[in-house]
């Protein structure tokens, strides 16, 4: 029955989006779910002139869509909306052809569900299952709020994209087109560890206790954490990204999930990126379970986890505690994420911390990234308030409980010896000290 009705719904790509009308809004599979044959049937129509308008909403973008409707050639054409900016986009937000929609990640769902009319959705699915289910893969965040509010959904079968379990399905009756595309999901490469990174990430790697659940961000802070985590025993997953970092530590032995207070022995994520190697350790795995970023991210229920350790990165921070992870030269440099989600939900857990970790200098140290105080319109992402705890290469410190005072002298203590002397005179010059 169900293989049947796949086969009435099977169609190219330049088919499926045909329904399409001007002016509809489109949100579409994040990362490693881009779909790419139909992002290019899109692209087609709106270069051949049969497409005037499309509305985009989107997170960061990948090659896939910089080649297709993010091209710098279809920018008269595109109106796009971002929850977060990344190197493709960039330039185009900068100018003001792209636009940004400030949101805490797991609150983008109900924005979706109330305030948007979805025209259109498209993602890359892994194929359909006996029971006529396909999964949404690596990619569940918004995109499966998305597909189940569209008037249309187009799915992009994809024998590549793992089938993960959890709150990751959507049946064939719920599709109004297929397209089949099996293509190699893109491999997105982390960057080299720089020598700051092993320091911190062994430092931060101390301060989680063996049975503990963890949140690691993406990037090159949050893999060194990993990588000293090898010692460890029965640690628990909960978190936004997955990536190889958690990969490794499952196949070690050392991730079990079995002192997890909610989920036990279940490694929980929205969106997961990675190489092939990990992408076939999550295929129909049912140690791995992916749901909406408005369950993974809402702090409510990461504070459910007992002795949840979140750790991500930041750009700057200031003396007063406010860090800053998304602005960067006066502009829009990529977007809150879930950080603020995790850090507070960590920190409401039972035994639980939130920790913010950088570099303590740019430019190869001409720069520090402890400042007096946040540039005036430089946005906030993680509030003085919040802030738990702050590591650099030069020590980590705990925010919580500290007068504005304390905070300055503990956070001056985080610098670069080059920038203390100032960094204290500066505080001085605030009344903070």
């Known amino acids: 029955m169900y293989a049947s009705l796949y086969q009435k719904k099977l169609t190219t790509a330049e088919k499926a989006v045909s329904a399409v009308k001007e002016g509809s809004l ?47 050639d279809l920018v008269d054409r595109v109106e796009r909306r971002a929850h977060f900016v990344g190197d493709v986009d960039r330039g185009l937000v900068y100018v003001g052809l792209n636009d940004y ?70 049946h064939i009756s719920e599709v109004d087109a297929v397209v089949e595309n099996h293509l190699p ?47 460890h025993r029965d640690l628990g997953i909960h978190t936004e990204v997955f990536c190889p970092g958690i990969s490794d530590l499952i196949k070690k032995g050392v991730v079990t999930g079995k002192k997890k207070t909610l989920h036990p022995r279940k490694n929980i994520f929205t969106v997961a990126i990675g190489d092939r190697d990990m992408l076939r350790f999550l295929d129909n795995n049912p140690a791995f379970e992916s749901y909406p970023v408005s369950y993974t991210n809402h702090p409510s229920v990461i504070a459910q986890n007992d002795n949840m350790i979140s750790v991500n990165s930041v750009l700057e921070v200031d003396l007063f505690g406010q860090a800053n992870a998304e602005f960067m030269a006066g502009r829009q440099f990529s977007g809150i994420g879930g950080q603020l989600d995790f850090v507070r939900g960590a920190f409401d857990a039972k035994g639980g911390e939130s920790i913010l970790a950088f570099h303590a200098t740019a430019k190869g140290g001409e ?55 100032q960094l204290l005179r500066a505080a001085e010059d605030m009344y903070i000290i």
């Open 185 to 231: 999901l893109l491999n997105i490469p982390e960057a080299p560890a720089k020598p700051e990174d092993e320091i911190i990430g062994k430092a931060i790697s101390e301060m989680i206790p063996d049975g503990a659940t963890i949140q690691l961000g993406w990037g090159c802070l949050p893999n060194a954490v990993a990588a000293f985590l090898e010692n």
């Open 101 to 170: 929609l400030p949101s805490h990640y797991h609150q983008v769902p109900r924005l979706i569900s109330e305030y948007m009319i979805v025209d259109v959705a498209a993602t890359t699915v892994s194929p359909m299952d006996a029971a006529g289910y396909f999964s949404f893969g690596v990619a569940n965040d918004f995109t499966s709020t998305a597909a189940r509010c569209a008037k249309y959904l187009i799915v992009e079968i994809n024998e590549n994209m793992p089938r993960v379990f959890g709150d990751s399905l959507i």
């Open 367 to 421: 720069i520090s990234r402890i400042v007096p105080r946040l540039k005036e319109g430089v946005m906030v992402t993680t509030p003085r308030n919040d802030t738990h705890f702050l590591a650099t290469e030069y020590g980590v410190v705990d925010l919580k409980g500290k007068s504005t005072r304390e905070r300055a002298l503990a956070i001056i203590d985080l610098v670069h010896p080059g920038f203390r002397e």
């Open 26 to 72: 489109l949100i579409y599979g994040v990362f490693l779910a881009e779909p790419p044959a139909v992002l290019e049937a899109f692209a087609k129509r709106l270069r051949e002139g049969d497409l005037n308008k499309l509305r985009i909403f989107s997170s960061l973008p990948t090659a896939h869509a910089q080649n297709t409707v993010l091209a710098t």
